[in-house]
């Protein structure tokens, strides 16, 4: 009984386990998990009781019944074998004297005698004996009727305490009991309201079974117009069909894998695009949304949505437009609404480029970008990417007309932004810009457009600012502030990497004779002297060290090329303001270029900024090294993915006849490795253009489209091969 | 300047992967070049060749990516994988554990490849017969659980190693051939009878890959 009552225990054990689980699992609904971890609760104390209850009977009955057969059972026993041992005594003293010879007086005698002993002795045991018996009867009795009796208490406080336990818990039940019947109650109006909401649709739906949701929001709250699942047919050679979340929001067409996945975008702008029915397809219900990169083709469930979707498509095209002047800040503030949040912060970025809007936004916090740098015009929308400035539409056109080589013109929102053109617009911007081209303006007198200013008006003056550039400082200017801070510090770093990285005794001689005359000055004194020179002191041409006696043309060129390597963009931006020929070779330093020492100085968007402002992205110094060898020595992943985008040539083979290739192969540095090899069979490919399309096209993009990704917003993530480069030199 | 050799209907994408030193270079250049080289260096990066075979008297262009095994040579892109139809997941047979590690490319492949790709297992270096670590039968009969096909080759002697590819492409042209839908190039209306893609053939798992087992 105690075993299986121990079994008991253990299964109301598992059971209340199992019901604690149920607890844990149903920890989103508040009251079923309290009710149901309190009920656990009450029941595991139960079942500690009921284990002390089992452990008393245990005592009780069976230790006090044993200890009980055991002692007094022997006892008894011993009794009885003594008991036995005398009966036989007696039997054989009796079997004796009937033995003995009438004759033989004496021996008649000596048997009676042990017979009266023997019978003295056995009637003396009988009755110790009988005494035991009884002894033993009542003994029994008592003993039974006590553990019986403990048993019985034992059980009166297990049913005692339980009671307790029970009517403490009592109110709660009660209470759970109430909150039930409201419950259930609650869930009876519900199925009603369901099963009439069930009916009113399965009526309106009698017409259409299989329309599931039709209309299109062009104004919707949330930035999405419309939404649904369709059939999208992969891109690669399989073609397979895959069952995809579509959603048409912010003028892009995006979809999503599973529910909570980041949207990836199929169409940046929508205002680029057509969609049309596509019939010579053997699938039903196609549609074809054809972007100027890409097309992709679609499949809805119904003729009904295919319908829906083309005209969500175009009515989007439509209001895009539309909304493209004055309604641009709610789009924005759309952008940033939580429900399309997920599309900033997307942790997918193979799809995901810089949308239109957040180039906008990014651009126009740059001080003085929020108006048009020529004639002030409130919330520009197109940029120059070779002066970093934002325009207005009238004033881009008039840059247009220019030329490329003093003005590149892109939309903030039509256009898609590279990563690194981004960045170098966030480098520079109006405020920067002005401060250079428009220094004399005051001084002169000349009056600067305004927004209402004729076309005339503002193209002369714009011809004026940045073609003749009439109102920049003619000697550097003395307005811009000098910043001594980080002048003095890539000075010093650009000697030690003169006299430290470059180990051609040429590299060294050159930075000796550039900076001579100071040679015995501190090094800090050099730096501040210099850095005044270049910018402030009208009369500093004289005394200018680094720059050889009567050459105008190579000073904003050795401030250009020094400004590279320091990274700063705004001084890159004055030196090419005051004539600095970007393609500016020094002599004295290997031949180098700009481009080279901005690649040296290692920041990506020096290297951005002089290509498009005309760079030779494949000029080589004396040693036959070009930016991409020097990228590819110094482990820049970043600039080699970008140089390779610009056209480098990768197969320069430098003095030592290597290639940047071959450079990064000894070097180790797979990323590199990839970047070139991927570009040199992209180059293959492409001579020899098959029929169909080129997946390798495809894949290229997509991989350089990662790095580029990677360099302008991680980083760090491409540093991996760096320490060991350190190490190695 | 197009060559004869630049002509082809297909142009198939496929990766080749496994463990460090279980010769993919080796057989890529065989396949490609003809060539062996026992002292080859490890792959840094990737490497690509292409070369044109005739499947159904359709001539298919096979680019081959020929990844780095070791994982410090390989660079931080999941676009290896991008585009590919076709996979090769090499082990040594003379290496228990780079067969073992098999299963982990296979994953590698899920992760990042089409969920189409078709996939080839390869134990590589079938002349060290004495050296053998990977019994044949065990190999087969994993390939057969996870819906790939299986070969074993010799980069060295060459053994197999047309047959690997030329199988794997015919098997991708297949694939291909069959799902093949109008408006690539002239939307025939006597394709579009064939209503849907085509019915993978059933295999143990999810039924993904058809399971063609070579026999060697």
Redesign the interface.
């Known amino acids: 009984m105690i075993d299986t009552g121990k079994a008991f225990c253990a299964a109301n054990k598992q059971f209340m386990n199992g019901i604690r689980d149920l607890a844990q699992y149903s920890n989103k609904d508040l009251l079923v998990e309290t009710s149901l971890t309190k009920f656990s609760d009450n029941l595991q104390e139960m079942i500690s009781y009921h284990t002390t209850l089992f452990d008393q009977t245990q005592r009780s009955i069976k230790a006090q019944l044993q200890t009980f057969v055991k002692e007094d059972i022997r006892k008894f026993k011993d009794a009885k074998k003594q008991f036995e041992k005398v009966s036989e005594e007696k039997e054989n003293a009796l079997a004796k004297n009937a033995q003995v010879q009438r004759n033989k007086q004496h021996e008649v005698e000596e048997a009676t005698n042990i017979l009266t002993a023997t019978r003295k002795c056995f009637r003396h045991i009988a009755l110790d004996y009988v005494l035991q018996i009884n002894v033993l009867q009542s003994k029994r009795r008592s003993e039974i009727l006590k553990s019986m009796l403990s048993f019985m208490s034992a059980h009166l406080t297990f049913f005692h305490q339980g009671y307790d336990l029970f009517s403490e818990l009592k109110p709660y039940m009660n209470d759970l009991g109430a909150q039930l019947d409201r419950l259930g109650v609650d869930a009876a109006k519900e199925k009603r309201d369901m099963e009439q909401k069930h009916s009113t649709i399965q009526q309106k739906q009698d017409f259409s079974s299989d329309d599931t949701k039709l209309e299109y929001n062009v104004d919707a709250a949330n930035g999405i117009v419309m939404e649904g699942y369709l059939f999208k047919r992969a891109s690669n050679a399989f073609k397979t069909w895959n069952r995809r979340w579509f959603s048409i929001q912010n003028n892009q067409l995006v979809y999503q894998k599973k529910f909570k996945d980041n949207p990836t975008v199929v169409v940046e702008d929508l205002r680029l695009c057509t969609v049309k029915h596509c019939e010579d397809i053997e699938r039903r219900f196609c549609f074809e949304v054809v972007s100027p990169t890409k097309s992709c083709m679609l499949q809805a469930d119904s003729e009904k949505l295919r319908q829906a979707w083309i005209k969500a498509v175009q009515t989007s095209i439509a209001t895009a437009y539309r909304e493209k002047g004055d309604e641009s800040e709610k789009l924005e503030k759309k952008s940033s609404s939580p429900s399309t949040g997920s599309l900033e912060s997307g942790s997918e970025p193979k799809e995901k480029l810089l949308k239109g809007e957040s180039a906008l936004q990014q651009v126009q916090c740059i001080a003085g970008n929020i108006t048009c740098c020529d004639c002030g015009l409130a919330d520009p929308r197109w940029a120059s990417i070779n002066l970093g400035i934002t325009l207005c539409i009238e004033c881009s056109g008039i840059h247009r007309s220019l030329g490329v080589h003093f003005s590149k013109v892109r939309s903030l929102t039509l256009d898609t932004w590279e990563p690194e053109l981004l960045k170098l617009m966030c480098e520079l911007g109006n405020g920067v810009i002005n401060r250079i081209y428009e220094a004399k303006v005051e001084r002169m007198g000349v009056k600067k457009p305004q927004p209402g200013s004729q076309r005339q008006e503002k193209e002369a003056y714009i011809r004026a600012k940045y073609v003749e550039r009439k109102f920049v400082e003619r000697q550097p200017a003395s307005v811009s502030p000098p910043e001594p801070g980080p002048k003095v510090l890539p000075l010093s770093q650009e000697e030690k990497r003169l006299s430290g990285t470059e180990k051609s005794p040429l590299a060294a001689r050159s930075s000796d004779s550039g900076i001579q005359r100071s040679a015995d000055d501190s090094r800090e004194h050099l730096a501040s002297t210099l850095s005044t020179n270049s910018l402030c002191e009208p009369e500093g041409e004289k005394r200018d060290p680094p720059v050889p006696r009567d050459s105008t043309q190579l000073r904003p060129g050795l401030q250009l090329y020094r400004a590279a390597y320091k990274k700063n963009l705004p001084d890159m931006a004055e030196a090419l303001a005051h004539g600095a020929e970007v393609n500016w070779v020094n002599a004295e330093e290997n031949k180098a270029t700009p481009l080279i020492q901005a690649v040296l100085g290692g920041s990506l968007v020096t290297c951005e900024f002089l290509l498009q402002n005309g760079a030779n992205v494949n000029h080589r110094d004396v040693k036959g090294r070009g930016p991409l060898h020097h990228a590819t020595v110094l482990g820049h992943t970043g600039q080699v993915c970008l140089f390779l985008k610009r056209g480098a040539n990768q197969h320069a083979a430098d003095e030592d006849g290597k290639d940047p290739l071959s450079i990064a192969v000894e070097a180790a540095n797979a990323d590199i490795v990839t970047l070139l090899r991927l570009a040199r069979m992209n180059e293959e490919m492409r001579e020899s253009e098959g029929l169909f399309g080129q997946p390798g096209d495809e894949t290229y993009q997509d991989i350089f489209r990662d790095f580029s990704q990677m360099a302008s917003n991680n980083p760090e993530k491409l540093n991996r091969f760096q320490q060991s480069d350190s190490q190695k030199s | ?3 004869k050799d ?8 496929v990766v080749l992967i496994g463990d460090s030193g279980v010769g993919k270079s080796n057989l890529l250049s065989r396949f490609t070049r003809n060539e062996f080289n026992l002292e080859s260096k490890s792959t ?5 060749a ?1 070369r044109s075979i005739q499947v159904d008297s359709k001539t298919v ?1 096979a ?1 081959i990516w020929d990844t ?1 095994g070791q994982e ?8 290896y994988y ?2 590919a ?1 076709g996979a090769l997941v090499v082990y040594d047979i003379a290496k228990y554990l780079t067969y073992e590690n098999a299963e982990r490319w296979l994953k590698e492949l899920q992760d990042h490849a ?3 790709i078709v996939i080839m297992l390869v134990g590589n270096k079938s002349d060290l017969r004495h050296l053998r670590a990977v019994p044949t039968d065990e190999a087969k009969s994993f390939a057969e659980k996870n819906g790939l096909s299986f070969i074993e080759t010799s980069a060295l002697d060459s053994t197999n190693v047309e047959t690997a590819f030329h199988s794997i492409l015919a098997e ?1 042209h297949r ?2 051939s069959q ?6 190039q002239e ?1 025939e209306f006597g ?5 849907d ?1 085509i019915k993978v053939l059933p295999t143990h798992q999810e039924g993904k890959q058809t399971p063609c087992c070579q026999n060697i």
């Open positions: 300047m197009r060559g630049d002509e082809y209907d297909y142009l198939f994408k840094i990066g990737v490497e690509f292409t262009k680019q780095a410090r040579y390989r660079a931080i892109t999941s676009a991008r585009g139809v089409d969920a189409n991708i694939i291909v799902r093949q839908i109008t408006g690539q939307p394709s579009s009878t064939v209503i893609p």
